[in-house]
């Protein structure tokens, strides 16, 4: 039979010989069909195709198999690097979730910022099969990034868990994000299971770790696991502790569907894609179901568990965390805390999460006003994606229209502006990072605009004049810092340095001291804890939380170029730090900002008071290089147009910053 029927979109087409054709699939993209000789390859152009089409395939997993009891959530938690990634890892392949040839590949870090970065940056979730005791148990993963900029991803896992693991690294012991870690998982009353990691390192001493857990966390050393996630020693230990140790979900299978969405992502071709923990009922495929936010009906197109990428199930049942596709196509439907129930039955919402406060908060403006929309859904795609991320419209006279972001540290704004760039392809412009100040008004004209005698200052340009304000406020956190006592004096004198003051410091051993700082949080945003690990040879670890605002004597800082205000590098600073501050802006943008034709003055005020000056020279040009002897008068008059040359470039010539430049003019290097 020399020719070939192919099915293409429910219609049979006859195709004989050698023929090639291209077609969109589901619109996700091209794919090229070559034929020859009766033989067809298909050559996938894009790698959602293969992932709809393998996803079409297979078939919907059971879980009615799986009841309450044998049921467990958790997830892991740990200081930065310790190894939660590499443990989830081991715990997917012991379980068969990946094959041996993902080994070591961090297969929860999906990002490309994550693995460029070696850290993890959003909250994964998957689903182990797991028999104990001959008995077939559902085990819900969450792995959590470690760094202190996105604990609020650890506290929205930790609400869809009953239990977590508890990594601690047997080289370093505990760090500043371990107690910030436990402290939060003991808050919400889950059980902790300590497992201390890489116990096949040279210098390893899990003898010293496990004295340490029960000196600051109280957890007696014979319930500490030891392991080795990179060589899989003892890895089932942590799997039978979880199904031993951790209780199952506390739900009523009979009661009325009640689904918490604690994460969700963004599909460009079925929209959003929700994570839930279901605490109550059950959804299937084809239910109308109801979000208890917007109050708008949606019917289940999907859902299933993760394994770690989508399964589709045939129902999800109460205490079981899977994913949820409802045909949302804006960004704003699906509200982290959510609760989604049945249409015919409402119910009670469930309390949701506390939203999260933004550190950081900085300007972001498109390199180009004609990409002002297409930054606008990228920047509303991702805030789905991260909901610690607070916008507001903003807008500049040198740079447009644009959004005041706030974040969570300055790591958590380099990754979303790394994120911006790697998947929407989007160029932004990124001012220099501020901390939100208050200020109480004294004016009751201000008082009736605002609704109120306390007004929030996010962007400085904004910050209002002496006259009209009683008090100014600066916002503080409690620091924690942890190191070798050999590094005690140096990190005291850069506290010191940065305003702040001693609360504790508790020995945790015989050669790792625990400090209490409370710090302005100005003072330690932008590059304290580079800071901190230079002098500590990187020993040193740092976590930081909100402590309220105390009265601080403020003022704003002007920079001028040329005698123009830059409103992007205007900020607010402390009185007593004026001086410094601005000489040492004027110093970096010195060195930032590329020379003219024309000289440049670059200068720091407060109001119309010049603090420091910096110039930056002109590129010279020999003018009186071909003037070989001759009248004197020739040569003062080359020089003479020159300089009003350089005048009039002066007064009109615009002098653009570069984009690095507006974080990098902030950092300053403490001695």
Known sequence: MSALLVREAGVFRHFSGFKVFRRKVHGSGLIRFVFRHRWMKVLPFWSGCRRMSSRSNKEAVDLSVFPVERIRNFCIIAHIDHGKSTLADRLLEITGAISAADKNRQVLDQLQVERERGITVKAQTASLFYSHQGAPHLLNLIDTPGHVDFSYEVSRSISACQGVLLIVDANQGIQAQTVANFYLAFEAQLAIVPVINKIDLKNAD?????????????????????????????????????????????????????????????DHYRGVLANVALFGGSMKKGDRIMSAHLMKTYEVQELGILRPHETPASKLFAGQVGYVIAGMKDVKEAQIGDTLFHQDRPVEPLPGFKPAKPMVFAGMFPMDQSEYSGLRSAIERLTLNDSSVAVQKDSSLALGAGWRLGFLGLLHMEVFNQRLEQEFNASVIVTAPTVPYKALLSSPKLIKEHGGEELTIVNPAQFPDRSVISQYQEPIVIGTILAPDLYTGKIMALCLNRRGVQKNMVYIDDQRVMMKYLFPLNEIVVDFYDLLKSMSSGYASFDYENAGYQAADLIKMDILLNGRPVEELTTIVHKERAYSSGKAMCERLRDSIPRQMFEIAVQAAIGSKVIARETIKAYKKNVLAKCYGGDITRKMKLLKRQAEGKKKMRRIGNVDVPKDAFISVLKRKDK
């Open 206 to 266: 899990p003898e010293r770790v496990e004295a340490q857990i029960e000196k600051v966390f109280d957890i007696p050393r014979d319930e500490c696991i030891r392991i080795s996630a990179k060589l899989g020693t003892n890895v089932d230990k942590v799997l039978e502790a979880v199904v031993e140790r951790i209780p199952p979900p506390a739900v009523q299978p009979d009661s009325p569907l009640r689904a918490l969405v604690f994460d969700s992502n963004f």
